[in-house]
């Protein structure tokens, strides 16, 4: 009974790795003015690779990226800051009597431990890739607000003020109020 089950596991296999050839391959009983095939002649110019431009993707999706790379490249680094962290815990509280070795299955953790370290590990990593999104984007908030500040001061006319400018001249003019005079009729 094993064998004929590993027949159909193999069978099955076969199956769903020859089966999209199929259903993807280039169908030659088609009449050819239903489909239409570039035959050109592929020239030198055609093989090389164009790098992408400046705006083919939005930024959201820049940021996306960026934040998912640095996310998954700190893994490593945070795991083993963890490890070690949650090793040298166990050793200066006590509950064990020498440093642990994760690469040896004496001093192996437990699962529950193991568990534990994976979550602050993925947590960790994930902190530091939302904070650097968030730091790049308050950048790119403060350089896109100056550089609007700096072409409306460029513009002839009313020059816009900042903040702290408006603040300054609210303070000054609350401090100049002139009593009211009443009119007295004669």
Same mark, same amino acid.
């Given at each position: 009974?094993?064998?004929?089950?590993?027949?159909? +596991?193999?069978?099955? #296999?076969?199956? $769903?790795?020859?089966?999209?050839? @199929?259903?993807?391959? !280039?169908?030659?009983? +088609?009449?050819? *003015?239903?489909?239409?095939? *570039? %035959?050109?002649?592929? /020239?030198?110019?055609?093989?090389?690779? +164009?790098?992408? =431009?400046?705006?083919?993707?939005?930024?959201?999706?820049? *940021?996306?990226?960026?934040?998912?790379?640095?996310?998954?490249?700190?893994?490593?680094?945070? =795991?083993?800051?963890?490890? =070690?962290?949650?090793? =040298?815990?166990?050793? #200066?509280?006590?509950? /064990?009597?020498?440093?642990?070795?994760?690469?040896?299955?004496?001093?192996? #953790?437990?699962?529950?431990?193991?568990? %534990?370290?994976?979550?602050? %590990?993925?947590?960790?990593? $994930?902190?530091?890739?939302?904070?650097? #999104?968030?730091?790049? $984007?308050?950048?790119?908030?403060? !350089?896109?607000?100056? @550089?609007?500040?700096?072409?409306?001061?460029?513009?002839?006319?009313?020059?816009?003020? /900042?903040?702290?400018?408006?603040?300054?001249? $609210?303070?000054?003019?609350?401090?100049?109020?002139?009593?009211?005079?009443?009119? %007295?009729? *004669?």
């Amino acid at each position: 009974m094993p064998s004929r089950n590993k027949a159909f +596991v193999i069978a099955a #296999f076969l199956f $769903l790795i020859l089966a999209p050839c @199929r259903f993807f391959a !280039a169908d030659n009983e +088609v009449d050819a *003015d239903a489909k239409v095939v *570039d %035959t050109s002649p592929v /020239t030198e110019n055609d093989k090389e690779a +164009v790098p992408y =431009g400046e705006d083919e993707f939005p930024q959201w999706s820049k *940021d996306l990226r960026r934040g998912e790379i640095i996310s998954l490249g700190s893994i490593p680094f945070v =795991g083993l800051w963890v490890v =070690g962290g949650y090793g =040298g815990y166990k050793y #200066f509280s006590g509950k /064990t009597d020498r440093f642990p070795n994760p690469f040896c299955p004496k001093d192996a #953790f437990e699962k529950e431990e193991i568990w %534990t370290m994976v979550g602050v %590990t993925a947590g960790v990593s $994930l902190g530091i890739g939302l904070t650097d #999104f968030f730091v790049n $984007l308050a950048k790119r908030k403060k !350089a896109e607000r100056e @550089r609007l500040l700096q072409e409306a001061k460029d513009r002839e006319g009313i020059t816009p003020l /900042t903040p702290e400018e408006a603040g300054q001249l $609210l303070r000054e003019n609350s401090r100049r109020k002139e009593p009211v005079r009443e009119e %007295t009729e *004669d």
